[in-house]
């Protein structure tokens, strides 16, 4: 097992459980996430400032359903630029900041540059007010778009297995 020690801060057992609580319901008191990792109320408190002081936390979210709101597709796109070059990229990357249907974007590796995850209310907004306007960014040259049929998995909780307790 791989120790855990980002930028000389440990994690210990303590920090390890807590985390995994807290992707299962960030919602939950103090007091609760302290019964199930047997710390005290405080001593929860302390750890979760810590943790997000030192970068291991980013935020706490509501994770809304996509469905209930009335965004019942869900697409994949491979974004492939006409040249690779940083103003290409930097644009590319300032512009899809600015579209809300896209929810993740991923400079990779591979046959495309980006790959993008977009959320719309059907088939003819995804069309005109999200992949007409990438095809209109500078740079593109290709987009490629998979329709999501059924999600089989998804989830925001990263492993925790191959981290190891300091100390």
């Given at each position: ?94 512009d899809i900041l600015s579209i809300p249907e896209v929810v993740e974007c991923f400079a990779v590796t591979g046959e495309s540059d980006y790959i993008l ?7 003819s907004a995804l069309s005109e007010s999200v992949l007409k306007r990438l095809t209109r960014m500078k740079g593109v040259a290709s987009i490629r778009s ?22």
């Amino acid at each position: 097992m791989k120790k855990a020690n980002h930028d000389g801060f440990p994690l210990d057992r303590y920090d390890i459980s807590l985390l995994a609580a807290l992707q299962l319901n960030t919602h939950a008191t103090h007091q609760e996430l302290g019964d199930s990792i047997h710390l005290s109320a405080s001593q929860v408190s302390r750890r979760i400032q810590r943790l997000e002081a030192a970068g291991f936390i980013r935020a706490h979210v509501a994770l809304l359903d996509p469905a209930r709101l009335g965004l019942g597709v869900r697409a994949i796109s491979y974004v492939t630029l006409a040249r690779h070059g940083d103003e290409e990229g930097t644009s590319f990357e300032r512009d899809i900041l600015s579209i809300p249907e896209v929810v993740e974007c991923f400079a990779v590796t591979g046959e495309s540059d980006y790959i993008l995850k977009i959320f719309a209310a059907d088939l003819s907004a995804l069309s005109e007010s999200v992949l007409k306007r990438l095809t209109r960014m500078k740079g593109v040259a290709s987009i490629r778009s998979n329709i999501v049929l059924q999600c089989v998995k998804s989830t925001t909780q990263l492993p925790l297995s191959h981290v190891s307790a300091a100390g």
